[in-house]
């Protein structure tokens, strides 16, 4: 039986420099591989081009390629992030900067 192309079945799947390997190819997703290494499953499952969930035991992760798939959600800063960096482009030191920064806060 010849291998389909472009499959992992038989290969490696490394996450956070563990590789599990001898990946077996399932049916459940469009792609979906899942492999075991030291009583720990992973299983990647593609759902369309560039986007897929990868499971780790109990853990699952979005995964996406930029500009694929789904619209990733928008990073919001905390309050104090955006004082800081106001803070520093106004150069406030030492008293002013702290009262800038209670005030900011608020």
């Known amino acids: 039986m010849r291998k389909k192309r472009?499959?992992?079945?038989?290969?490696?799947i490394?996450?956070?420099g563990k590789t599990f390997p001898n990946v077996k190819e399932r049916g459940d997703c469009k792609a979906n591989f899942v492999a075991t290494?030291?009583?720990?499953?992973?299983e990647l499952c593609t759902a369309t081009?560039?986007?897929?969930?990868?499971?780790v035991g109990k853990d699952t992760f979005?995964?996406?390629m930029p500009g694929r798939g789904r619209p990733m959600p928008p990073v919001v800063e905390d309050p104090f992030t955006e004082c800081t960096?106001?803070?520093?482009?106004?150069?406030?030191r030492?008293?002013?900067?702290?009262?800038f920064m209670d005030e900011c806060v608020l």
Do not use: N, P, S, Y
């Open 94 to 99: 030492g008293q002013a900067r702290k009262k």
């Open 14 to 16: 490394t996450w956070r």
């Open 85 to 92: 960096r106001d803070a520093d482009k106004r150069h406030l």
């Open 37 to 42: 290494r030291d009583g720990v499953t992973i």
């Open 62 to 64: 979005e995964c996406q």
């Open 6 to 12: 472009g499959t992992l079945d038989g290969g490696t």
């Open 49 to 55: 081009q560039g986007v897929a969930d990868l499971t």
